[in-house]
């Protein structure tokens, strides 16, 4: 499916950014929190306006939910970046998409749903890292191989990542679309089984980070229309996603994937 030539390349540039990688790809990861998390403090009174006029849970559990939002996704971001108790971290943002899931009704809504499920599989790839962080701190404990909590943790994240490009696919008749649709399944199916995974993973990048810059330009809208805010909340979620991948290119696939048994053939 790939070039030797590609391949080789693609081995290099490994190499060059394998120390820089994991700090991009978390920082992207988080960044829809963060965005959230700034949104929830310059909007206050806008959402918990919202959250009591849907829910009609009055002003004092409507407050709360958006100060639970704000604490819970920045202090989840400072701790992730920090590299400090991150699987709380993780958890807590967890805790935060299924909030956010119901309260906005997004359990209802196909699309977002399937990309809500997308970020919590990016936030599963981090909980694998942190625990491979954890295990080299003994380094030098004989082992008896890599944990499956950790190997199941990357073949889920892998397989909920690929939702979001089932929300890109566009099932028109011409030519680009159809292209389209078949290179991007053909990639989602690497990367869901864990076959060239770290290529699949960086072309799907760069797909994505060109169809989110182009579709989803929330600074060409002025900030006081409401697609300013749709395409803003899209974009950083995407973005997001991209983070997760960059992990799948930065850690690899794991044990339960087709590279990891080529290696055993």
Not at 139 to 155: H, I, R
Not at 220 to 241: C, E, G, N, R
């Amino acid at each position: 499916l790939f070039p030797n030539g590609l391949l080789a390349d693609f081995g290099e540039f490994l190499r060059v950014t394998k120390q820089y990688l994991p700090h991009l790809a978390r920082l992207c990861l988080i960044s829809t929190f963060l965005e959230d998390g700034i949104r929830m403090w310059f909007q206050w009174n806008e959402q918990r306006d919202y959250i009591e006029a849907t829910w009609n849970c009055g002003y004092f559990l409507a407050t709360c939910f958006v100060l639970l939002n704000l604490i819970g996704q920045l202090g989840g971001c400072v701790l992730i970046l920090s590299r400090n108790f991150v699987q709380y971290a993780c958890f807590g943002l967890f805790g935060i998409i299924a909030l956010q899931t119901v309260a906005y009704s997004i359990l209802w809504d196909l699309k977002f749903l399937m990309r809500n499920l997308a970020l919590g599989g990016g936030l599963l790839l981090l909980l694998a890292e942190s625990r491979s962080e954890g295990k080299s701190m003994f380094a030098g404990v004989p082992s008896m191989g890599e944990s499956s909590p950790k190997q199941y943790m990357q073949l889920g994240g892998r397989v909920l990542l690929v939702l979001m490009f089932m929300t890109l696919l566009h099932f028109d008749s011409n030519f680009f679309s159809i292209l389209q649709n078949m290179v991007g399944t053909a990639l989602i199916i690497l990367v869901a089984i864990g076959f060239k995974t770290k290529l699949a993973a960086l072309t799907l990048v760069v797909w994505l980070l060109a169809i989110n810059v182009y579709f989803n330009a929330f600074w060409t809208i002025p900030a006081y229309k409401p697609m300013h805010d749709f395409l803003k909340y899209d974009f950083f979620q995407t973005t997001s996603v991209i983070g997760g991948l960059l992990l799948v290119v930065a850690l690899g696939p794991g044990g339960v994937s087709m590279d990891e048994k080529k290696k055993e053939w």
